[in-house]
């Protein structure tokens, strides 16, 4: 089954202790991105890649990570995470070719609560 | 990324009647606008799309206009459906290929 999965799904942290939240697609996809989803804010884009080691930073990059060492795995890593960093957590993956763009695949979302 | 508004914010209709979500956005460089719906408790998932060379585009109960001259699209549903009840985000790719997303417009459809 073609899916995008992202792990963990649930997270409840403390502020400062590193965590990272994995993501995989097997679409053959070459382009990923993440999104954090806050009230009233819409979703709105953390890190995106084009291609394996290809990254460029979104609207709100300040805090996260990234890295595509392998065209099906995106992870988000938060080195030191705090408060404002509480949000629902989404990875996507398109087929973008050339210049056109396409549906983007979401994954099922990640909680992530930093206390 | 550029900046995508999105209106309403919150929109209540009759079921059978149309509703109608507006976004504009700033870069006339701009060539990808999808809608996305997001059920409550769900991931987004695309509706429908349509891209610059186009003004219109049809699929079922759904269409999308776009109007480049004055920079806004518009989602159009007829017929609502409660099933219709979610939040819709409007989308917008610019001169940075980066895609990036309104605010987000909660619809509701009252039986």
């Known amino acids: 089954e073609a899916q995008v999965t992202q792990n963990p799904r649930y997270l409840i942290t403390v502020t400062g202790k590193k965590l990272t939240v994995t993501c995989s697609q097997n679409?053959?996809?070459?382009?990923m991105s993440w999104y954090r989803q806050d009230p009233g804010l819409g979703l709105r884009q953390i890190y995106y890649s084009m291609n394996v080691e290809v990254t460029d930073k979104g609207d709100v990059p300040e805090g996260y990570k990234v890295s595509r060492k392998e065209k099906r795995n995106f992870p988000l890593i938060l080195e030191s995470p705090s408060p404002n960093q509480t949000s629902l957590y989404f990875c996507?993956?398109?087929?973008?070719?050339?210049?056109?763009?396409?549906?983007?695949?979401f994954g099922p979302g990640t909680r992530l609560t930093v206390t | 990324g550029e900046n995508v508004e999105q209106h309403p914010s919150t929109l209540s209709v009759q079921e059978g009647d149309s509703a109608v979500i507006k976004c504009t956005y700033s870069?006339?460089?701009?060539?990808?606008f999808p809608w996305y719906k997001q059920e409550l408790g769900k991931r987004p998932q695309l509706i429908i799309d349509?891209?610059?060379?186009?003004g219109e585009k049809k699929d079922q109960r759904i269409a999308v206009t776009l109007n480049k001259t004055a920079k806004h699209f518009s989602l159009h549903i007829t017929e609502t459906q409660p099933e219709d009840s979610a939040v819709y985000f409007c989308?917008?790719?610019?001169?940075?290929?980066?895609?990036?997303f309104g605010s987000g417009t909660q619809l509701t459809v009252l039986p």
């Open positions: 349509i891209r610059s060379n186009v």
């Open positions: 870069d006339s460089a701009s060539n990808y």
């Open positions: 679409m053959n996809h070459e382009y």
């Open positions: 989308g917008e790719e610019g001169s940075a290929r980066q895609l990036t």
């Open positions: 996507a993956s398109s087929p973008r070719g050339g210049v056109h763009s396409y549906e983007q695949y």
